[in-house]
């Protein structure tokens, strides 16, 4: 089978990369010349575990190949992807512009029927924008060519993506035609030879569905930081709390940690386009209003707590263990983070940060603004506090004589409450866990 995807980002360049791996001839296509280049040369534009390797392994064998050219890419190709971008517009909902100039472009290039598939998250009715799109430079062109759309949401977690991508716990396909839904098929069988189920749909439905499984796990999280800070206030312990409630099979274990509020490339950006999309159809989803309006507030809960321990920032050294938006990745994209920076640089603080990946990154949004060190102890060094912002496993269990040590004040910070309070009270810190009195 020969695969085009459109778009080498987090997204394209993980499925191009794992539909090489199960033997298809696959084309990355991305406008970004400079990325493109640095694949050829077999440096990646993104961390991301176990990646590199099989992007490596692919082109190597001549199964994976880059390209700025859409022309090239999509000649002859049985399925293309488009994976470009959708971020928020002013509004809110999802700025389509990328997705469908490159339907227009694939409607210019491509030469022999395909399925042409929409894994971007976008909102319901792309897919046929992206029909007509496509029909539309056919028609300029005076070709009579048949093609499908189909739309196939991607569920892949950073930072696991490749075992995501290669082992998915379910596929979602929405179709509108029986060989599409046979294309589609042949393609991901390889991936689901565990089991996991290929859920086919109508394609309104799979557009939804992607939308529906990143809004009910931002709820997750923002019940769950709603409830850390009642704990808080009411004195009890939310890490008993989550375990207590965890145990009940209907309510599961995973996703009700409570935290410095999510981030990310896609949990803000497609709550915030469901609320918009909501509201174009006269409805209002007031449960994803409070978990947005829930998440801006406990982005400030880190500050709070700091400010409310030392009065006054002025002056302070903060050591930062963290950047990324979560473990595992460098993706900085609406990292809490970013807001806690923000708010300690307004009052005068220097910050000292340290990331095991994401130090790069974090350099082109935030510059010099910030000092960055080499390894997790040397942030340390004569700083007022440490706030724990990323939960990087080297973070875990860290040498905390050490750590008192290298503190000017033993004042620790837990923005993903990973350490035991009462020990580190025990060691005489001043502990501030989310959700623990
Ligand atoms: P990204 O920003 O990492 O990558 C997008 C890429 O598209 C960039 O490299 C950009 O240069 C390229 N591009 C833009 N316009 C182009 C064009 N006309 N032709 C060719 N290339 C073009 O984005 P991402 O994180 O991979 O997300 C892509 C989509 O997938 C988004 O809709 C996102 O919501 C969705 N998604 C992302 C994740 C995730 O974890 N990152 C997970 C599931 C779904």
Redesign the pocket.
């Known amino acids: 089978m020969k695969i085009a995807v ?7 360049l993980v499925t191009g990369a794992c539909l090489a791996e199960i033997g298809t001839d696959v084309t990355c ?4 010349e400079k ?1 493109i280049e640095n694949l050829k040369k077999g440096i990646l534009p993104i961390y991301e575990p176990g990646l590199e390797a099989i992007v490596k392994r692919n082109f190597e064998k001549g199964r994976l190949h880059f390209s700025t050219s ?1 022309k090239e890419g999509i000649k002859d190709a049985d399925v293309a992807f488009i ?4 971020p928020p517009g002013e509004d809110g909902s999802a700025d389509l512009q ?1 997705v469908l ?2 339907a227009k472009e694939i409607g210019k290039h491509m030469n022999s029927y395909g399925v042409i598939v929409t ?3 976008v909102p319901v009715g792309t897919s046929l924008k992206v029909m007509e799109a496509i029909s539309a430079a056919l028609l300029q062109r005076d070709l009579n060519l048949t093609f499908d759309v189909a739309s196939n949401p ?3 977690k ?1 930072g696991a993506a490749v075992n995501d991508f290669l082992k998915p716990d379910r596929i979602v396909v929405g179709v509108s035609s029986d060989k599409a839904k046979a294309i589609m098929q042949k393609l991901y069988s390889p991936f689901v030879m565990n089991g996991h189920p290929i859920i086919f749909m109508d394609i309104p439905s799979a557009e939804m569905t992607k939308y529906a499984a990143n809004a009910m796990l931002a709820t997750k999280i923002s019940f769950m930081n709603d409830i850390a800070n009642l704990c808080e206030i009411i004195g009890a312990d939310v890490n008993l709390v989550r375990k207590g409630i965890g145990s009940d099979p209907r309510i599961g274990n995973k996703f009700i940690y409570p935290g410095a509020g999510y981030g990310g ?2 949990f803000p950006k497609d709550v915030k386009a469901l609320i918009r999309t909501a509201k174009t159809a006269n409805y209002n989803m007031e449960v994803l209003q409070a978990v947005e309006n829930v998440n801006d507030r406990q982005k400030e809960v880190l500050f709070t707590k700091i400010k409310q321990h030392f009065g006054t920032i002025d002056g302070l050294k903060i050591a930062l263990w963290g950047l990324s938006f979560k473990p595992n990745t460098d993706d900085m994209r609406e990292a809490p983070s970013l807001i806690l920076i923000s708010r300690l640089l307004a009052s005068n603080a220097r910050v000292c940060a340290y990331d095991p990946v994401a130090m790069e990154e974090a350099r082109h949004t935030l510059g010099d603004s910030i000092d960055y060190v080499s390894t997790a102890m040397d942030a340390l060094e004569n700083a007022d506090a440490l706030v724990v912002i990323t939960e990087w496993p080297e973070f875990r269990l860290p040498n905390f004589d050490i750590v008192k040590q290298k503190l000017k004040q033993a004042v620790i910070f837990d923005g993903r409450n990973i350490y035991n309070h009462h020990e580190l009270k025990t060691m005489g810190f001043a502990y501030y866990g989310i959700g623990i009195k």
């Open positions: 459109v778009g080498t980002g987090y997204v394209g296509i991305d406008i970004d990325k859409t994976a470009v971008g959708t990328y100039s490159v894994k971007s998250t991607e569920f892949l950073e490339s896609c």
